[in-house]
T-cell receptor, first 116, second 109 residues
Framework: EPEVTQTPSHQVTQMGQEVILRCVPI?????FYWYRQILGQKVEFLVS??????SEKSEIFDDQFSVERPDGSNFTLKIRSTKLEDSAMYFC????WGQGLEREQYFGPGTRLTVT | AQRVTQPEKLLSVFKGAPVELKCNYS??????LFWYVQYSRQRLQLLLR??SRESIKGFTADLNKGETSFHLKKPFAQEEDSAMYYC???????????FGKGTKLSVIP
C-alpha cells in the first residue's frame, strides 16, 4: 500500500539555523499538508498546498515558514530561522481529490525537529 | 472558531468490555468529523469519517448535531485496540483538520 514518507526522522538544529523538512506524498495525490505537534499538545494545522500554491494556512504559518514542491515528487517545509519553540513533530499528509476524498488525509511518520 | 474537545486523556478498560471515547466539537456550520488512530510507533491513520457510516475494526461513531458530539464506540475491546485516538473536524470549504488532544486507550488483558 502506498505511504507518505518523510525525511529525516529526526533533525537537530541550532537556534537561528534554517531547516528543510522533506516529504514524498502518495503518488497521484494532489493535496498536500503540513501539521505539527508540540510535545504534549494538539496536532495543529500549518498549511495546505494544491496546484502549486498555498490554499490555506494557519496563524502559525508566518513569514518564517515556506513550502515548495520542487519537483514532481517532493514536498518541502522550510523554516528560515528556527526558534526554540519550533521544536515539535512535523507531519506531512496528502489526499486524493474528488468525491470528498480531499478530506481523507494520509499522514507520514513525522520528523522530530529539536532546536537547541 | 472551530474546536474539538476530548475530555479524557487516558481511558483504561478490560478486554471484552465496551469502549466509548468521547468527542465534542464546536463549529458554527456543518462540519465533517473524523477519528484518527495512532498505534505505538506508527503513523496517524484514518479510522473512520462520519459521512461514510462504516464500521472499521468494530468501531462506530454517530454524529449527534444536537449534542455536538461524535463519540467513538466499540462493544468489546481487544488488546490490539490500545492506541492513541484523535477526533478531528473539517469545516465547510476547508480541508484543514482541527484535532482534539487525543485519548490514550489502554485495554487491560
Amino acid at each position: 500500500e502506498p505511504e507518505v514518507t518523510q525525511t529525516p526522522s529526526h533533525q537537530v538544529t541550532q537556534m537561528g539555523q534554517e531547516v528543510i523538512l522533506r516529504c514524498v506524498p502518495i503518488s497521484n495525490h494532489l493535496y498536500f499538508y503540513w501539521y505539527r505537534q508540540i510535545l504534549g499538545q494538539k496536532v495543529e494545522f500549518l498549511v495546505s498546498f494544491y496546484n502549486n500554491e498555498i490554499s490555506e494556512k494557519s496563524e502559525i504559518f508566518d513569514d518564517q515558514f515556506s513550502v515548495e514542491r520542487p519537483d514532481g515528487s517532493n514536498f518541502t517545509l522550510k523554516i528560515r530561522s528556527t526558534k526554540l519553540e519550533d521544536s515539535a513533530m512535523y507531519f506531512c499528509a496528502s489526499s486524493d481529490w474528488g468525491q470528498g476524498l480531499e478530506r481523507e488525509q494520509y499522514f507520514g511518520p513525522g520528523t522530530r525537529l529539536t532546536v537547541t | 472558531a472551530q474546536r474539538v474537545t476530548q475530555p479524557e486523556k487516558l481511558l483504561s478498560v478490560f478486554k471484552g468490555a465496551p469502549v466509548e471515547l468521547k468527542c465534542n466539537y464546536s463549529y458554527s456550520g456543518s462540519p465533517e468529523l473524523f477519528w484518527y488512530v495512532q498505534y505505538s510507533r506508527q503513523r496517524l491513520q484514518l479510522l473512520l469519517r462520519h459521512i461514510s457510516r462504516e464500521s472499521i475494526k468494530g468501531f462506530t461513531a454517530d454524529l449527534n448535531k444536537g449534542e455536538t458530539s461524535f463519540h467513538l464506540k466499540k462493544p468489546f475491546a481487544q488488546e490490539e485496540d490500545s492506541a492513541m485516538y484523535y477526533c478531528a473536524l473539517t469545516g465547510a470549504g476547508s480541508y484543514q483538520l482541527t484535532f482534539g488532544k487525543g485519548t490514550k486507550l489502554s485495554v487491560i488483558p
